[in-house]
């Protein structure tokens, strides 16, 4: 599969293109600054320089699949225009390209919002927006909701449910479930939270 991934110089995404490159698809990651070119290019991914405030439709030209893991901490006024407006627009202009795979690494939390911490409020109503807009299209999307990220060694071990208590899970897993649901059909319109966990990915999902 040809792969776009936004957010590719990112902690989530950057785990995503080393994994969807060992296994076998071929990447192509939307970066903002000219020394992550390099950096991409050397994983043996194609970069494309572009900003998602401005210019970036062309990491899409070509693509059978996008994944999303862009955005992370941002300047409380950006959640909207990246969570919401830009990822819209993503999935908006894979539409137009006809049936597409999109991946959203989306979050826990959202259908909670008075359990959870002021700082994400922002970020879980944008997320929450664009999720509804991604499950409402003709895309075959799959929305994944992880809990806390860390930078931890993965473990190839998840739960998976549409709700699980709050918790955490490495980003490496969380980017191996990612590529897994790129190759798993029966993921798609599914949205699903996610955690580290005891069982195997493939198990997992199979079970979803
Ligand atoms: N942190 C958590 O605990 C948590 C929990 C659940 C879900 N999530 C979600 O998981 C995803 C990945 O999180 P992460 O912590 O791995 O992210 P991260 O390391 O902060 O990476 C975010 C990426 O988004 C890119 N980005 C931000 N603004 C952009 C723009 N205007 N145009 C193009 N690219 C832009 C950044 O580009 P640069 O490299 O140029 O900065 C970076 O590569 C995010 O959607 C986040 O909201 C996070």
Same mark, same amino acid.
């Given at each position: 599969m040809k792969v776009a991934v936004f957010g590719a110089a990112g902690r989530t995404g950057h785990r995503v293109v080393v994994q969807a490159l060992a296994a076998g698809h071929q990447v192509r990651g939307l970066v903002r600054? *000219? +020394?992550q070119v390099a950096a991409l290019n050397s994983l043996g991914a194609e970069a494309f320089v572009g900003d998602l405030l401005g210019e970036w439709q062309g990491v899409l030209e070509g693509v059978d699949a996008a994944v999303w893991a862009a955005g992370g901490?941002?300047?409380?006024?950006?959640y909207a225009q990246i969570d919401y407006d830009a990822l819209i627009r993503v999935a908006d202009v894979l539409a137009e390209q006809g049936p597409r795979r999109l991946i959203v690494v989306s979050s826990m939390g959202m259908d909670r919002l008075d359990q959870m911490?002021?700082?994400m409020i922002a970020a879980l109503e944008a997320k929450l927006a664009s999720d509804t807009h991604v499950q409402r299209g003709p895309l075959d999307w799959t929305i994944v909701r992880p809990g806390g990220l860390n930078d +931890? *060694?993965?473990?190839?071990r998840v739960q998976v449910a549409p709700q699980l208590p709050g918790g955490q899970i490495s980003r490496e897993d969380v980017a191996a479930v990612v590529v897994a649901c790129l190759e798993t059909p029966r993921t798609v319109h599914r949205t699903f939270e996610l955690l580290a966990g005891e069982q195997p990915i493939a198990e997992a999902l199979a079970e979803l």
């Amino acid at each position: 599969m040809k792969v776009a991934v936004f957010g590719a110089a990112g902690r989530t995404g950057h785990r995503v293109v080393v994994q969807a490159l060992a296994a076998g698809h071929q990447v192509r990651g939307l970066v903002r600054r *000219a +020394e992550q070119v390099a950096a991409l290019n050397s994983l043996g991914a194609e970069a494309f320089v572009g900003d998602l405030l401005g210019e970036w439709q062309g990491v899409l030209e070509g693509v059978d699949a996008a994944v999303w893991a862009a955005g992370g901490h941002l300047d409380p006024a950006q959640y909207a225009q990246i969570d919401y407006d830009a990822l819209i627009r993503v999935a908006d202009v894979l539409a137009e390209q006809g049936p597409r795979r999109l991946i959203v690494v989306s979050s826990m939390g959202m259908d909670r919002l008075d359990q959870m911490p002021p700082f994400m409020i922002a970020a879980l109503e944008a997320k929450l927006a664009s999720d509804t807009h991604v499950q409402r299209g003709p895309l075959d999307w799959t929305i994944v909701r992880p809990g806390g990220l860390n930078d +931890e *060694a993965g473990t190839g071990r998840v739960q998976v449910a549409p709700q699980l208590p709050g918790g955490q899970i490495s980003r490496e897993d969380v980017a191996a479930v990612v590529v897994a649901c790129l190759e798993t059909p029966r993921t798609v319109h599914r949205t699903f939270e996610l955690l580290a966990g005891e069982q195997p990915i493939a198990e997992a999902l199979a079970e979803l």
